[in-house]
């Protein structure tokens, strides 16, 4: 279930949205171990998968891997680069996206 936070042999892992909260989540429990004079959680790394962190580094993310992937034209990437506001919530809403209409 990609809504469960797993937590199992001092790894913690999540996908998707958990790129926004696993880390905020880790750094909490490294600064409650700080504190700690017992009873500190064995924290010993954390993963996420295809991570959600944010629109604006999310989208460009999604352009980058579509140009790198031959899957976009260099001009349409560099296009793209210079006249997207990628801060919106998509990637880049695909389905509706006019190139002229992109800011």
């Not at 909490?28 to 959680?41: E, G, H, P, R, V």
Request: glycine residues 8%; contains cysteine; charged residues 15%.
């Amino acid at each position: 279930n990609n809504s469960l936070l797993i937590f199992h042999s001092g790894l913690l892992e999540r996908l998707s949205y958990g790129g926004h909260y696993v880390p905020n989540l880790a750094s909490a429990i490294l600064d409650y171990n700080s504190m700690a004079s017992s009873m500190k959680i064995n924290l010993r790394g954390f993963m996420v998968g295809n991570a959600w962190t944010g629109a604006a580094i999310d989208n460009f993310g999604a352009t980058t891997f579509w140009y790198s992937h031959a899957l976009i034209s260099e001009k349409t990437f560099y296009g793209m680069k210079e006249i997207c506001n990628f801060s919106d919530i998509g990637p880049l809403q695909a389905a509706n996206i006019n190139p002229t209409e992109c800011k």
